[in-house]
């Protein structure tokens, strides 16, 4: 096992007594929590696909260790915002709510064997959005992977760029982007995994930079939310707008896959990257 | 209804009525010239009184003012432009006008976000908010700059990109995201200028760039005031507030280093002196353009990445539970 997620799982243990039985948003079913986690976070009734955790994720995508990298990057209060709350208080309340610092995780690990680089955001800190630490943590990751010629793997859910902090936040768009770009210019494999919700900035910047896109079923995912665009027509949107099932439909993204494949199909694109990767090395 | 041409409304009266006896003055032999001095001296202690000191709120309608110069204005004071048209893919989005010019005997592509004067035009133009197809056209004339070595010279003019049914159906996250990602990459000077709206992601997809200029009342915002009140305050009214908090004005973006130089604009904003606000324009970008050109493509790509890769504030600090951090 992992050094560091015992030491989380042990501190996620009281939130999840504190809440035995889970009610699916989808089909209503009352599902036990342990039953839950046993079966991926997917309902069993009707296959919803539960917003993850991001320890959880890295727990079921991630074989063995997991050395985590910018963990000690920790978000500011650039502009000492105010709203209906301080963003000071918020991030506590999220740190309380969440055990995590910031709305991602980022390491390196291997999946079905192969060493990768993995971010994993978590919507329920700060609804996923990104600030300076996201950009921060991202952008270190994909340094990293390139100095050790790694592949990518990052799994998004994010609201979009943090408000709290401003113009900061919506620059992390450009600087992951650079992130991006420079791993990818140097012959690097990037896969992101879209998960319920993937909007906004983090859409617009390194969810779409990818080589390949995947998304898991029914994943909310665009640039404007849902609200504001119906606010702008004046009209209800289908059901099936925006859905991952949709984009792939119009060509956005390479696939949809459900969670129970996610790893095994993973291992697969990694063996392909890896696969290019050995013939360019040897002509 | 905006903000400044309502508080500008009085003074455009008392402009009028000064003009007024100016004329009588000149045609008759009866001396107004004690009345007009008065008429003067309120008009410059109004105009100070309003344009003194804006705040953030009123600078964001001074961005919106139905008059403000637009990209176009300033295009038209390029030596030479042939316009580019189309995404090759879908259709000529009018929200984005792009193709070859001259700054002075400099060869450039310019690219710029194009809002309407009226409503016609705006409808025409959707506002200047770009659509998916508008994005792909950057990307191209993006791409195709940095393919002949020609800078590439932007104008920021957006409320966002396009949130319409269409525009997510044609991907409008990739085509912002492929922007950015082709700015990124450009082996050639980029100057970007922000001379009213800078709405989010839709703006910033023409505006990574090796110098960021901003009008001394523009603004650039991750999130419209209106749209920020009512996410995080629930409530739309509080966009003043909003405003005020978000940093949004040119000043605060000089501070945070993400501008890089601010055009000061005539008092009483851009539109009260057209050619004189777009020429000091013009002139900073040739300016910019003139210390960029001499840099090789490899350090400007270096300097452009180190520049994105600093902005930020955050704290470090080393947590107890993680201990296998590299
Ligand atoms: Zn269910």
Redesign the interface.
Known sequence: M???LP??RA?NEPAEDAATWSKCPKCSEVLYRRDLAANLWVCPRCGHHFRMSAVDRINITVDG????????????D??E????KKYAAKLAGDREKSQL?EAVIC??GKIGGFETAIGVMDFHFRGGTM???V??RI?MLLERARDLRLPCVIFTASGG???????????????T??????YR?DGNFLVTVLTDPTT??V???????ADVIAAEPKAM????GRR??EQ??RQK?PDQ??TAEF?LE?G?IDMVVPRADLKAMLTRLLDYAAAGRSRTAAS | MNLIVERERGLLELEKRIAELREANAAQSLDLSSEIRALEEKYSQIQREIFGSMTPWQKVHMARHPNRPTASDYIAEFAQFDELHGDRHFRDDHAIVGGFAKLGERAVMVIAQQRGRDTKENLRRNFGMPSPEGYRKVQRLAHLASHLGLPIVTFVDTKG?D???G????????A???C??EF??ARVPIVATVIGEGG??GA??LS?ADRIIMLEHSY????SPE??AA????DAS?AEE?AA????TAQ??LQ?G?ADEIVPEPTGGAHRDPAGTISRVLKNISDALGELSSLPAAQLKEA??QK??R?????????E??????
């Open positions: 992992p050094d560091w030491r989380r501190k260790d997991f050395k985590e990298i910018g963990a000690d990057v920790l978000p500011g650039p502009l915002w105010v709203d209906k610092s390491g390196i600030g300076t630490v950009g921060e952008a760029a943090r408000m709290e902090e401003g113009m900061l936040a919506l620059m992390q768009l450009a600087k982007t650079a992130a991006v770009a420079r210019e906004g900035g859409s617009a910047s390194f969810a779409f930079q995912i665009g640039f404007a504001v665009i702008t027509i949107l707008f925006q984009l119009k956005h | 990109a949130p319409g049914i525009s997510e159906e044609r991907a409008q996250s990739e912002i995201a492929a950015l990602y990124t990459i989010s992601g910033l997809a990574i650039y915002s991750v999130a749209g920020c996410i995080l305050w629930s509080k909003a908090r978000l940093k949004l605060d973006l945070f993400i452009r990445y994105y890769r902005i930020g504030a955050w704290q470090t600090e080393r947590l539970t993680v201990k296998t951090g590299p």
